[in-house]
């Protein structure tokens, strides 16, 4: 068994390093500090930090991996490889030069497809019907690194962010778990990405979320799916923001009105859009609990006709 150190963070990378647990000998795990969250603010572990300290691993949270001195503790380590999984930090040539087979990294797309911070929501966004997970080799660009292995997965059309990012994750330990000691052992050779086939997943913020009722119900669709559950996707109304749950999109013949327009009867809330219609399932006012739509119609009646996103 190789001597792994693993570097990440968030729950997308929980079930990689069970798998590593299980099939090879871990002797570190570095991830982020911990952080504020919460109503209280309080300090909270980053589940990764969890996962390591139940299991008695050695663990190391450094707020920059910039200079070489702060990476002493994984020096110390001797790791035959480092694999990486949403660490959430730039890692520069003397850590990626530190093992002597490396840096592999657990990225959540077909490479070179989406590189960078949010491959999930920007698959989701774009209406790819397929995505997946790539075992790149790392080098000093973002997700540039030769690829060794790729595992694909079909994208459903009730697809969040939040499924497919399950989905993923697990995926991501399997493929570890299948070809890790063939790629350590030089039985799968890299291939280089081809550049001009590559995409960009710049990082979600939260004004991603706000809703453009000018475009499509179909591309509405995904964008609120690719914003469950965070930021969520959202539109202005009376002053506030009111958060769009669930949907679904609606073609054919519209009643006449303009893109952000509600129209209410007595079985569906919709909103036009610049093509086709957006159904309303569930919404939530901010500061306020998530409801039924018609429901939150009977509370609301000037919710009628109104027009949202203005």
Known sequence: MAKVVFMGTPDFAVPSLQKLIETQTVVGVVTQPDRPAGRGRQLRPSPVKVIAEAAGIALYQPKSLRSEEEAAPLRAWQPDVIIVAAFGQILRSHILNLPAQGCINVHASLLPRWRGASPIQHALMAGDKETGISLM???VGLDTGPVYVQEALAIHSDDTAASLHDRLANLGAKALAHHLDNILQGHIEAKPQDDALSTYAPMIKKEAGRLDWQRSSIELDRHIRAMTPWPGAFSSWHGANLKVVEA??????????QPGEVH?????VLVITGDGGLMLERVQLAGKKALNALDFVRGRPDFAGSILGT
């Open 137 to 139: 080799q790392m080098d």
């Open 248 to 257: 679904h999109p609606v073609r054919g013949k519209m009643p006449a009105g």
């Open 264 to 268: 209410i009867d007595q079985s569906s």
